[in-house]
């Protein structure tokens, strides 16, 4: 069990490490200027352009590159955001007394309620087209749900007897948090945090295709998709290369985020003769499945 | 002057019902002191509310008065929250049931005692590591132990660790809540021998709360019987059991004697 978990993470590490050496390589070299329309339109595959060119002459490859390189940065972008703003604010939630933790769980629903597509046309509206706003209106829809599993991990973790035993040896309730609390919610938030990675990814390139995203000359996986969909029958390159990358990625990120769930949570090793009992594995289960990872912004 | 003076402790749940009633008892210095009920007549309640550390929206009224020495005498009923964390573990602390949810899955078992260890005797590095292996030596636990996770160790072995952590911080007063009720059999009676004379050798008074008659004969002479809330009888155990004037108390004695009997019979 165990063994098929690392090499989960094993798999899940070299695909998305073959898009992060892409989107690093990018920084230095391409093989064309991304606005270099000199290889005429629709070019097929071969060289010099290895991949072919789209519509307008530019080079596939250099594109793909480059936009791994956004993909890459949209999704650790909007986790960051998401993951400050919601973890601050589920922590807020999870500790406050009653009025307050209604009033931010209120909050909560409300913009868990909001249809992220409407919110990025918003940020879209009141900045402009760029991958500053996808991450922005991507990370403020994923902060309403990492704050809503925050909030349910830290009442959970309160509710448990090592907390009440730890607090009948006269612990300070800061060392309580410090040492009980944030340890035991943290591994379940990690593997939040790593699906999240991959929808943001996704939806990067949802808001992309919708031309709410990085606008030219830098290429995005989704922009890319929709500008070969006119011309899929003619030159499919164009269209299953940024679609190939965005399945490596976010199946590495979710390999990724399943394999961590081992390593961040002692009790699920299978180290030495001992295995958890079951009552206590299948409450992390369900725990994991109620991280409600399902949710497509 | 008695270390634990429960007087008229009331305590109410959120809707209003009352879940302890009028409740008084005393424990002094040293002595030993059993609470015996079935589960929801608020046995584990009295301890938490001893501990000042009821669950959210229940109220506790009456008094609770603990007086441990080197401390200041203090009404834990409507004390602030940093008084009674000065009292936690020096004046009383608790050993739980289920050692598999009371201590933190996440935390090696070593790390869990050091916290004590360090707040009490103020112990650090390579003198700490030391007061933990004698913790769990004294609760005669491998030193592997201490590297182990809960979930890594049996349930007799997490339960030794347990009266360790509670031991660690030299209460005076030892609450046990049911600390035997989750383990096997045979793995119960030398859990309760071990913290039977640790108990002793320390001097600490006990307060052993148990549904069950025959195990709180073994380890205190002194009881005060439960049902729904209210103390409806306390006295000598042996009296009780002699001449029980309760139904709860009568029941109680009689399915321990059936026992009992039942035991004559297959031995026979």
């Known amino acids: ?297 | 002057m008695s270390l634990l003076e429960v007087s008229a402790l009331t305590v109410k749940a959120p809707d209003g019902r009352a879940l302890l009633s009028e409740v008084s008892f005393e424990v002094e210095p040293g002595a030993r002191l059993g609470l015996i009920g079935e589960s929801g007549s608020g046995k584990s309640l009295t301890a938490l509310a001893i501990m000042g550390l009821l669950p959210a929206g229940m109220t506790a009224s009456g008094s609770i008065v603990l007086d441990a020495p080197g401390l200041p005498r203090t009404q834990v009923v409507g004390a602030p929250e940093r008084t009674l964390n000065g009292l936690r573990g020096r004046a009383a602390t608790v050993v739980f049931q289920e050692p598999l949810t009371a201590l933190d899955p996440l935390a090696k078992v070593g790390r869990q005692l050091a916290e004590p260890l360090r707040r009490t005797r103020g112990l650090r590095g390579s003198a700490l590591r030391a007061a933990v292996l004698a913790a769990l030596a004294e609760v005669r636990l491998p030193e592997r132990v201490a590297g182990a996770y809960p979930h890594e160790i049996s349930g007799g072995q997490r339960q030794r660790a347990a009266i360790a952590m509670a031991l660690a911080c030299e209460p005076a007063l030892l609450i046990a809540d049911e600390p035997t009720t989750a383990l096997d059999v045979t793995v119960q009676a030398e859990v309760l021998a071990l913290m039977d004379g640790l108990v002793s050798a320390r001097g600490m008074a006990l307060l052993f709360i148990s549904h069950d008659l025959a195990v709180v004969a073994r380890v205190t002479d002194r009881v005060v019987v439960l049902k729904e809330g209210l103390a409806v009888e306390s006295g000598n155990l042996l009296d009780i059991v002699a001449e029980p004037r309760h139904p709860y108390t009568r029941d109680l004695v009689s399915s321990a004697r059936r026992l009992d009997s039942a035991l004559d019979l297959g031995a026979r």
């Open chain 1, 1 to 297: 069990m165990s063994r098929r978990r690392s090499a989960t993470l094993a798999v899940g590490c070299v695909l998305a490490g073959v898009i992060v050496a892409v989107a690093v390589v990018s920084l230095f070299w391409t093989p064309f200027a991304p606005d270099d329309t000199s290889g005429g339109r629709l070019a097929p595959p071969g060289p010099p352009h290895l991949l072919g060119t789209d519509k307008l002459g530019r080079d596939l490859l250099t594109q793909l590159m480059i936009g791994a390189r956004v993909a890459l940065t949209a999704g650790l972008g909007s986790v960051a955001l998401g993951g400050v703003i919601g973890v601050a604010a589920g922590l807020l939630a999870g500790f406050a007394v009653r009025w307050l933790d209604d009033t931010v769980s209120a909050l909560l629903d409300i913009l868990i309620a909001f249809p992220t597509l409407l919110l990025a046309m918003l940020v879209v509206a009141a900045r402009e087209a760029s991958l500053g706003s996808a991450i922005l209106a991507i990370g403020l829809a994923m902060s309403s749900i990492v704050a809503r599993l925050t909030r349910v991990l830290v009442k959970r973790v309160l509710a448990q007897d090592y907390i009440t035993a730890s607090r009948t040896s006269g612990t300070s309730w800061p060392r309580v948090v410090a040492e009980h609390v944030l340890p035991n919610i943290w591994p379940t938030l990690l593997v939040n945090l790593a699906l999240q990675l991959g929808l943001a990814v996704l939806a990067e390139a949802s808001l992309s295709y919708l031309g709410l995203g990085t606008p030219p000359p830098n290429a995005s996986w989704g922009r890319m998709l929709q500008e070969a969909q006119a011309t899929v029958l003619t030159a499919p390159a164009g269209a299953i290369a940024p679609g190939v990358l965005l399945v490596v990625l976010v199946v590495g990120v979710n390999l990724i985020a399943d394999g961590l769930r081992d390593v961040a949570d002692p009790t699920r090793r299978a180290r030495g003769s001992r295995p958890a009992p079951n009552a206590e594995s299948s409450a992390r289960d369900a725990e994991n499945s109620a991280a409600d990872p399902g949710r497509v912004p």
